[in-house]
């Protein structure tokens, strides 16, 4: 029998096959136990190619057609036409090309999922802090736009990541952040030990709407305190373990 794979999918995003996929039904063990789908990371790599296998057909592709790049915490975007022949580094993918699976890994920054269906454009963007910061979510609206997408019609989904209660942040951090962009501080309140805690999604959420697109939600699962479905890498951390797994989002036209 199969294993059964766990898929978040948002009903903003009916009748586009996508999903947040969590770490459960995958062929990895130990500390990378479930689905982990980071070709980067140390697990065997045999796992790793059967987990992804698992989600091409869950996505109704081959393997070949899963589309992702070399994540690098930026705010650069590629459009796909087809398969990458080569490692790009880049943070998020739009394309207009049917079949084609685009992909991005997380382990507590945001995954982002964009459509728009009118025009037949989707994307997918990694967010982290810096990511977002930075620009990725507004420059994959752009990269939309240039594909034919109405920002006025795009849908975007944040999934799993890490809530405000569980990403504690140092002042300093803080400070450079809300010097950077000095809107983001009703994002940061003060946590239980004293330090600020940084509402990532709430900030995404915030990027997104300011951008214009249609309508922007967070499915509201925290990666950090459920250990049971999602990879997390700052729970990692705290556990003193090696590596950490990375859950994988996709969607297609």
Not at 10 to 17: E, H, M, N, S, V
Not at 104 to 129: E, I, N, S
Not at 166 to 181: K, Q, S
């Amino acid at each position: 029998m199969a294993p059964t794979l766990d898929i978040i999918t948002a009903p903003a995003l009916a009748g586009l096959r996508h999903g947040f996929f969590t770490r459960r039904g995958g062929a990895s063990s130990g500390i990378f136990t479930g689905l982990n789908c980071g070709q980067g990371s140390s697990d065997q790599s045999e796992a790793v190619a059967v987990n992804r296998a698992r989600v091409a057909e869950a996505m109704g592709v081959a393997v070949g057609a899963l589309v992702g790049v070399y994540q690098v915490h930026s705010a650069d975007v590629v459009t796909v036409t087809g398969p990458l022949g080569a490692p790009v580094r880049a943070d998020a993918l739009v394309t207009a090309t049917p079949g084609l699976v685009l992909t991005v890994l997380t382990a507590d920054c945001q995954p982002v999922l964009f459509a728009d269906r009118a025009a037949g454009v989707v994307g997918a963007a990694h967010a982290g802090w810096r990511g977002t910061r930075d620009g990725v979510l507004e420059a994959t609206v752009t990269a939309m736009e240039a594909l034919g997408a109405k920002r006025r019609r795009i849908v975007a989904v944040i999934g799993p990541a890490i809530s405000q209660r569980a990403y504690e942040v140092g002042d300093a951090f803080m400070e450079a952040f809300v010097a950077e962009d000095p809107a983001a501080e009703r994002f940061f309140c003060g946590g239980p030990a004293g330090k600020p805690m940084f509402d990532l999604p709430g900030y995404g959420l915030a990027r997104l709407r300011a951008a214009g697109v249609a309508q922007a939600e967070w499915t509201r699962h925290c990666t950090y305190a459920d250990p049971e479905r999602f990879y997390s890498y700052r729970r990692t951390t705290h556990r003193g373990e090696a590596d950490y797994g990375r859950l994988i989002s996709a969607i297609r036209l």
